[in-house]
């Protein structure tokens, strides 16, 4: 694809999502229809939105990595992050009742755990909001430098801007509108892609080929990916029962539909994984030439479709799923991310609630800021990979407080606060350190956390505060 065709595609998208955040902005009316679409998403959009913002360019660009370098756990594992979201259906349940009137996973460690767990919890997850910010602003600048050979800093402004725009102009309708469209076109790209690849593979001759070229990526008792699998499933699950992306989707949706939503889009989204991988596991009896494993997708989706009807516009199918994949996930964090400065930051750090009156006006101003801070940071074009899993062991660290906060009635608060800590620091030492890696790191945080919670149980343990 040409530069002057690629920016076409991009400027066209681009107009068609502010076009539609300006028309569903409309109806967001006051701070609560801004940040939480007036707590009236039904199940389809609410069920869209989960499973778009959890398609990222991760979903179809690691995945497909993963699976060419670490074989069958390498496609399977990956998928694993669909547990996180199903899971999350009853816990979404249990939030609605605990915070009826919540508006973010701020409002729960604070109630739970007090000032200090909050700071805890905030500190953790803005690093991680903004390493997946960044790393979504870097890889749209990396797809669209690679797919049309526009250069980097300005595809990855071009995103950016594109998704601040409409996520400052409709708020949470915006996203959720936008992300049920995105949500659409990716399924389609991914199963038309995963259709192709089947017509063109015989079975028995890719298996005896992978079996004698790469007999490793059949051996189900690989150490790393083994140890691969299940730091992706903490990962998924550290990300899901902690980011404000979630919480707020489960306060925004209409009560009875959220937990219906969440388990809806985590099946949804399980065979996604699983599809890019079997894509990736099928390039060498295709005779896909892969030079960069981290281009493993786009490399078979274009060969597949080159030799199809629509060979002549696979390029533009190709990026208009990944575009997609990266706004729809993009946009989620803008208006989390921004909810918790709004919400949390104001009446914790700075004792101010902004007023009706100005709130879209200095809602504005956050969104655009933290877009700022994001391509200032993405413009350095840093490795996804470092910057996305070193925050790994830090999520991974509050699946244990989030799950115990919700359903225990007596903790010993400080003690899981350390915990939290605990695991945290030696999660990312181990990520670092050269014995262990970066598949240890989440097992890492989620075991010291899990270890402090379970004792915070026992010892000396204080009555949490009651639902309020």
């Excluded at 990736?280 to 896909?288: D, Y």
């Excluded at 709004?342 to 009446?347: E, G, T």
């Excluded at 100005?358 to 490795?383: D, E, Y």
Aim: proline residues 5%; aromatic residues 12%.
């Amino acid at each position: 694809m040409s530069q002057q065709s690629a920016w076409a595609v991009v400027l066209v998208l681009g107009v068609v999502w502010v076009g539609l955040g300006v028309w569903w902005g409309r109806r967001a009316q006051g701070s609560e229809g801004f940040m939480l679409a007036g707590r009236n998403i039904g199940l389809a959009l609410g069920s869209a939105t989960a499973m778009a913002t959890w398609v990222t360019s991760n979903t179809v660009m690691v995945a497909p990595k993963l699976a060419f370098t670490q074989g069958i756990w390498g496609m399977i594992g990956y998928s694993t992050a669909a547990f996180g979201l199903m899971l999350f259906a009853p816990l979404a349940i249990r939030i609605r009742h605990l915070l009826p009137k919540g508006v973010t996973a701020g409002d729960f460690f604070h109630h739970r755990f007090g000032q200090s767990g909050w700071v805890v919890f905030f500190i953790i997850t803005m690093v991680y909001s903004l390493a997946w910010l960044v790393t979504m602003a870097i890889a749209g600048g990396e797809l669209l430098n690679v797919l049309t050979g526009i250069e980097y800093g300005r595809g990855m402004t071009l995103i950016l801007v594109v998704c601040v725009l409409y996520t400052l102009f409709g708020g949470l309708y915006a996203v959720v509108g936008t992300d049920f469209i995105q949500s659409l076109i990716i399924l389609v790209g991914i199963v038309l892609i995963g259709v192709l690849v089947l017509t063109r593979l015989d079975f028995e001759t890719a298996h005896r080929q992978i079996a004698e070229v790469q007999p490793e990526l059949l051996n189900p008792l690989m150490p790393v990916a083994l140890l691969s699998f299940f730091n992706i499933m903490l990962f998924g699950f550290g990300e899901v029962f902690h980011n404000n992306v979630w919480w707020s989707r489960a306060f925004a949706m209409k009560e009875k539909v959220a937990p219906k939503a969440f388990l809806l889009s985590g099946l949804f989204w399980f065979p996604i994984p699983i599809a890019a991988g079997f894509a990736a596991l099928a390039a060498g009896p295709l005779g896909v030439n892969i030079t960069d494993p981290n281009q493993t997708g786009p490399a078979v989706a274009e060969f597949v479709l080159a030799g199809t009807w629509l060979g002549p516009v696979s390029g533009y199918l190709i990026l208009i799923v990944l575009f997609c994949s990266i706004a729809s996930s993009i946009d989620s964090l803008l208006a989390a991310t921004s909810d918790l400065v709004l919400n949390d930051a104001a009446n914790r750090i700075f004792k101010r609630h902004p007023s009706e009156a100005n709130f879209r006006r200095i809602a504005a101003v956050v969104i655009i800021g933290i877009g700022i801070i994001a391509w200032s940071i993405a413009i350095k074009r840093l490795p996804i990979v470092n910057v996305l899993y070193s925050s790994g062991p830090l999520v991974a660290s509050l699946i244990w407080p989030v799950v115990a906060g919700l359903y225990w009635r007596k903790l010993n608060r400080p003690l899981v606060i350390a915990g939290i800590v605990a695991g945290s620091v030696l999660g990312v030492i181990a990520y670092y350190h050269p014995d262990f890696g970066w598949f240890t790191a989440s097992l890492v945080g989620a075991a010291v956390s899990m270890v402090a919670t379970i004792a915070a149980r026992w010892i000396m343990a204080d009555p949490l505060p009651p639902a309020s």
